[in-house]
């Protein structure tokens, strides 16, 4: 059974530059959240996404933007980027289901090994 | 707004000691929270998660406990080795359709043999 994946491992860009870092999610998984853990700090939630839509978003610019796919992969883009937006981006899935669209999701999230950004 | 808080930032124990991990949050309206584990450089592994129902979960050497009304959790290592030297993120989920988690910053263990 396939855990989370991401990819790339590692990417370094120039300040202005855009990104795309991919997501597939835990076999039997259909949420994709993401995260944003700067050196030193815990990860921080930058926006869930459930049934191809965001659902949640913490308090991130729009320059962070996202998309889900029908096999329930996803993207994280970020457009313009800044020196500070270089840090590890998580990726995490989970099981939402019917349930945890009445009640709020509550099952476990299960971590990628992450994409170490490097803006310069 | 929820806000979790673990101290000391880094910690280090010789080989075979029992420790305590502490993790504490300022909002009691959580539907559970989460141990994680993180290695350098790496993501993040889950440990344990403890419903607001429930008092304490076990695993192996470790265990967390976890009390809703003062807002704080442990997390217990028993004869502590040098591989589990590693971060240790705490991770609150709050309660409400828009639940989410909040980290702290987590503790550093470094376990010397």
């Known amino acids: 059974d396939a855990g989370v994946t991401q990819s790339p491992t590692h990417l370094i860009k120039t300040r202005g530059q855009q990104v795309t870092l991919r997501c597939s999610p835990k076999?039997?998984?259909?949420?994709v959240s993401w995260y944003q853990q700067a050196l030193g700090q815990g990860p921080q939630f930058i926006f869930q996404?459930?049934?191809?839509?965001?659902?949640q978003r913490g308090n991130f610019p729009d320059r962070f933007s996202g998309h889900q796919f029908p096999n329930y992969s996803s993207e994280l883009n970020v457009n313009a980027l800044l020196l500070g937006d270089s840090a590890l981006y998580l990726c995490?899935?989970?099981?939402?289901?019917?349930?945890?669209?009445?009640?709020?999701?509550?099952?476990?999230?299960?971590f990628g090994p992450g994409t170490r950004l490097t803006v310069l | 707004k929820q806000e979790v808080t673990q101290i000391p930032a880094a910690l280090s124990v010789p080989e075979g000691e029992n420790l305590v991990l502490n993790c504490s949050f300022t909002?009691?309206?959580?539907?559970?929270l989460q141990w994680f584990r993180q290695d350098p450089g790496k993501g993040l592994t889950s440990l344990l998660l403890?419903?607001?129902?429930?008092r304490e979960q076990t695993s192996g050497r470790l265990n967390a406990s976890l009390d809703k009304s003062s807002g704080r959790s442990t997390l217990y290592i028993a004869a502590s080795q040098p591989g589990d030297s590693a971060t240790y993120l705490c991770?609150?989920?709050?309660?409400?359709?828009?639940?989410?988690?909040?980290f702290g910053k987590g503790i550093t263990l470094s376990v010397r043999p």
């Open positions: 996404y459930y049934e191809e839509e965001e659902r």
């Open positions: 403890i419903q607001s129902s429930q």
């Open positions: 995490a899935s989970s099981f939402f289901g019917l349930t945890g669209r009445r009640a709020g999701n509550t099952d476990t999230q299960y």
């Open positions: 909002d009691s309206a959580i539907y559970n």
């Open positions: 991770a609150v989920r709050t309660t409400g359709a828009n639940s989410k988690l909040t």
């Open positions: 076999s039997g998984h259909d949420t």
